[in-house]
């Protein structure tokens, strides 16, 4: 059934449905979730890339909790599969009712549910088969060489690289089935950008679409395809060409819709479970909201007078860059004055010094030298050891937070140690590819994710697993 836009082409979409609980029995509305601490860290001050920082929050057990994971290719679905962890970890994930990704995320929940049999996993689900499944999955299979395979022998697919990667996702990760088939709890906004209209194209199991084409209720869109169309960043692969016939579109007199990456829109997914409108509220009956970003800072790069494509990318970059700048101020905002969730950076977790053990911000690495160099190498690969701005993975032991080792793992301690300003800087740097990567690599980027949530999210109190 397709749905034509409103005459108020001003107007946002209308709030999505209030989402169903997932367990009979539940409390229905639950208690608004505690915030224990609502200030500003360091005194007020903002991160270095000027985005404020949330304290640590303390969350219900019975709260209705919305998480947006931002794009930021294999680098930002393995740090949002360690935040995850970390719920995981406190028994949360069972208070999960609204998921929001953009690129890489999309590319990890999507694993979620072919790794559990088309279902959201429960916590302990999640720890102990789940999360193990997808590391070898993914270090297994490379996703972003096969599309490029798929290339090489039909390269009258130019233009339709991400049609590729969705390929690639099927048949190596075996990411299969419809949206609209998965289980309506939590809902699972799949977030692109409408080429078209300019505009967050929403793909979830109830509908997809945007404000200015209108919607189609049921998509028959597969899930590899939804997130394969999340992830065409542009440039470097390219829109996803969604047929209006195949998809139920029929009626609104278009043929083709050419879907981006929902980074050039809004890299942080927000849009579904937060507006600003006034001063800020959560949307449908969450009470709870967790941001994760896993974004790259566009940092300092010289112009390149021989690669007009490079310098156009640079512009894209800067944009999207500003525009997640103004998204995150502004949610941050609402969440120091209501208390309503909290926000996570990559790099903005104090790593422990290899020296005295003291916290201190992780900014080993940094400054106009090393984001020149990662942005003149950001087309390396993720296998070498090497990130794009030339640093070498620092020595040192391997933490596989994946696994059986979960079984020992206490609910509110974690590691002992904490990584390193060098291990927080390489991860920060880690290139924005589709590549799989090293198996060390990999448990770096997920430990880094489950600490920066280990240091800002709680419980009253300590869950304890049978």
């Keep these: 059934m397709y749905i034509p836009p409103s005459p108020l082409s001003g107007v946002r979409p209308i709030q999505p449905d209030p989402i169903a609980h997932r367990h009979a029995g539940s409390t229905g509305h ?32 019975n709260a209705n909790i919305g998480i947006a994971l931002s794009g930021g290719g294999i680098r930002a679905a393995i740090f949002h599969l360690g935040v995850l962890r970390r719920l995981a970890e406190l028994g949360l994930l069972e208070n999960l009712r609204h998921i929001s990704t953009v690129s890489g995320a999309s590319l990890a929940v999507a694993l979620l549910y072919a790794k559990n049999e088309g279902c959201f996993p429960d916590s302990q689900t999640y720890l102990h088969r789940t999360l193990p499944a997808i590391r070898s999955t993914i270090l297994k299979n ?76 049921s998509p028959s869109i597969s ?80 112009r390149d007078f021989f690669s007009p494509v490079k310098n156009l990318r640079r512009l894209l970059n800067i944009t999207m860059d500003q525009v997640d700048a103004l998204r995150s101020r502004d949610v941050t905002d609402y969440l120091e004055r209501t208390g309503n969730g909290c926000y996570l950076k990559i790099c903005s977790v104090p790593a422990r010094s290899a020296g005295d053990g003291m916290g201190k911000r992780a900014e080993a690495v940094t400054g106009a030298a090393a984001e020149a160099a990662a942005a003149a190498k950001g087309a390396a690969g993720g ?41 927080v800087s390489y991860v920060k740097h880690y290139p924005t590819t589709l590549s799989s990567p090293a198996p060390e690599d990999f448990d770096l980027i ?21």
């Design 30 to 61: 639950a208690a608004a979730a505690v915030n224990a601490g609502s200030t500003m860290s360091a005194g007020g001050r903002a991160d270095r890339d000027g985005r404020p920082n949330v304290s640590a929050a303390m969350v219900s057990t």
């Design 142 to 217: 490379d996703i972003q060489d096969r599309a490029l395979m798929s290339l090489t022998v039909r390269p009258w697919n130019w233009r339709r690289k991400a049609n590729l990667v969705a390929e690639a996702i099927e048949q190596l990760w075996d990411v299969r089935g419809d949206i609209r088939d998965l289980p309506p709890d939590p809902l699972w906004s799949i977030n692109c950008t409408t080429f078209e209209t300019g505009k967050d194209f929403r793909i979830t199991q109830k509908k997809m679409g945007d404000y200015k084409v209108g919607y189609t209720l």
């Design 223 to 302: 899930i590899a395809e939804a997130s394969a169309a999340s992830a065409g960043f542009p440039v470097l692969i390219g829109p996803y060409r969604l047929s209006a016939k195949s998809c139920g579109w029929a009626e609104s007199g278009r043929k083709v819709l050419h879907l981006w990456d929902g980074g050039v829109y809004d890299n942080l997914g927000l849009e579904a479970l937060y507006k600003i409108s006034g001063g800020g509220h959560l949307t449908g009956d969450l009470n709870y909201l967790i941001v994760s970003n896993a974004s790259a800072s566009s940092g300092y790069v010289e």
């Design 383 to 423: 296998r070498t050891g090497t990130v794009a701005s030339g640093i070498q993975r620092p020595p040192g032991k391997a933490v596989h937070l994946s696994g059986a080792s979960l079984q020992n793992s206490a609910a509110e301690t974690g590691p002992p140690d904490a990584l390193s300003p060098e291990e």
């Design 446 to 466: 997920l430990r880094h994710g489950y600490e920066v949530a280990r240091e800002k999210i709680f419980t009253p109190s300590k869950v304890s697993f049978r």
